[in-house]
């Protein structure tokens, strides 16, 4: 009899855990987003239930109001995000931190120098007008510093891309447009 108890409460567990599993799965979808090379996979959903994941996170709450998506997560984090529509593209502008690299000069208050993320990501802007993304795209850019952009014309057949940017403390904050592409269409 007592075998009988146990079993009968181990297979209450297993249906508890399979019921609970399968709620988090159903969460009903209102948009998901995923990168053009990776079609399959969302990097933005967006869920009745006002909550949201992006690049592989959770997040109790969004708002998206005047082109930015704000990401509301646990101990009052909050992640805010530009975007534009374009045609059936979503360009998400994506903040990222380059530090200047001493190494390669002293003057962190131009753009021209190396800067490099903590995920080594890196710019190498010369005094030429050339530039090298992370070590292997290479091509020619354009400094409007009263609109805080940079224009990188690429020399492969990559589109000429607009990141926007701001010098403060010996960092460039950078604001980099990836496409992304509506799932489900």
Known sequence: MKVKKVLALFLVLVFCTMAFAGCEKSKKVV??????????????????????????????????????????????????????????????????????????????SKVQGVWETDDNFSFEFTEKGTFLEDGVLPGYYYVDEEKGTITLMYNDPIDDTVIYYSLENGDMIVEYPWPLIKMGK
């Open 31 to 108: 948009e998901q987003w995923a990168y053009p090379h990776d079609e399959e996979k969302a990097i933005l959903s967006f869920y009745k239930d006002g909550s949201a994941e992006f690049d592989g996170k959770s997040y109790k709450r969004y708002e998206i109001a005047n082109n930015v998506i704000t990401l509301f997560g646990d101990n009052d984090e909050k992640v805010e995000m530009t975007y534009v529509d374009q045609d059936d593209k979503r360009f998400l502008f994506r903040t990222m931190i380059y530090h200047y690299n001493k190494d390669y000069g002293s003057d962190s």
